[in-house]
């Protein structure tokens, strides 16, 4: 199993952060979209270590043209000799329209689709110099002339990654894209039952295998060094769980497991704003449907007993405070790479 992390927004950080990162045995780096752009730091992310993966995790995909991530893709996939992955996300319509000030005229999943189609379009023409005849109800790229044409890679292009919480999005990723980032609002139930037999459609639809394929995600990881900083970090999973659970369009993930009335109400509470009470609905079985929780010492078996068999890679926290810390989560990091996955089965033979 792969391991990924985060790491800080602030750009004079990000340099010593990745060094640190790496030297800790880290397979790679993700970034979101929060309050800041997720590749401008990447750039930094690859100039200071030499074999960590890039992700965005994820970019808003529809406020941007094709173009546009095409471009900064292309440049960043060179400048990391093939590092990259471009992880993208639909975000919900109140987002898109009100916060982006972008349209939302057809349903995301199609769009989606026809958005990395596009972008694999784009890099078929400047890597074969392919004429550009990609014409869809959401997106056309007909035109490109040679002052704007970057020029082939000498390596791959950048791998494509959605995240999925619905069904029909789960069936593009395995279409369409070299991965599925399934979102943290998930319990490994609701994937199997729901998420993975879809993209088992879509892989099948595109004539690939699921040992070509890389699933990452799946749900959140509490974990601290005793019991106290445990309770402490489940605390964090169940806020964050309120917060993501009060989406309505989340609810078919609480509907599995019989919860669906809980996402009614802390949708209430979030337009009254309850922000600091709505934590108090999310319970303790809830939690561990959603998260791995463990200290230190059974964290690694709790990953592989959710995950193990499923899930490619996975993303921790780990912000060591000492060397002491340092070395445990080197050792912690190097054990839950053991965890065989279907990925990694295919690498290895």
């Not at 898109?96 to 694999?120: E, F, G, I, K, S």
């Not at 609701?190 to 699921?210: D, M």
């Amino acid at each position: 199993m792969k391991v990924e992390t985060g790491i800080p927004f602030q750009l004079g950080s990000i340099a010593e952060a990745v060094r640190r990162i790496e030297a800790m045995g880290y397979d790679g780096i993700i970034m979101p979209e929060v309050g800041h752009d997720p590749l401008l730091p990447l750039i930094l992310a690859a100039e200071h270590s030499e074999r960590l993966t890039l992700s965005t995790a994820v970019m808003i995909a529809f406020p941007r043209a094709p173009m546009t991530v095409a471009q900064a893709g292309w440049d960043l996939q060179r400048y990391s000799k093939g590092r990259l992955n471009i992880g993208l996300g639909s975000q919900v319509k109140g987002h898109n329209v009100r916060r982006y000030q972008t349209h939302w005229d057809t349903p995301p999943a199609p769009r989606m689709r026809q958005y990395v189609q596009c972008l694999r379009a784009i890099w078929d023409s400047w890597q074969n110099g392919t004429r550009p005849d990609f014409v869809t109800e959401n997106y056309k790229y007909t035109l490109m002339t040679p002052n704007f044409n970057p020029g082939p890679l000498d390596i791959p292009p950048p791998r494509v990654m959605i995240s999925a919480v619905n069904p029909v999005m789960a069936k593009v990723a395995g279409e369409v894209c070299d991965g599925l980032r399934l979102h943290g609002f998930n319990t490994m139930k609701y994937a199997r039952e729901v998420l993975l037999p879809k993209v088992q459609e879509g892989l099948a639809r595109a004539g690939k295998s699921r040992e070509d394929f890389e699933i990452s995600g799946g749900g959140f990881i509490a974990m601290g060094a005793n019991q106290a900083e445990l309770e402490q970090n489940i605390e964090g999973v169940r806020r964050q769980l309120s917060f993501y659970g009060s989406t309505r369009s989340y609810q078919g993930v609480m509907d599995a497991h019989g919860w669906g009335d809980i996402t009614t109400q802390l949708n209430s509470m979030s337009i009254q704003g309850k922000w600091d009470e709505m934590p108090k609905l999310i319970s303790d079985d809830m939690v561990e449907e959603f998260a791995a929780v463990g200290t230190y010492d059974n964290i690694v078996a709790q990953i592989e007993k959710k995950f193990g068999g499923e899930v490619d890679t996975i993303a921790i926290g780990f912000p060591p405070r000492d060397p002491d810390e340092e070395a445990r989560a080197k050792e912690l990091i190097a054990a839950i790479q053991r965890i065989p996955t279907p990925l990694r089965q295919k690498v290895a033979a």
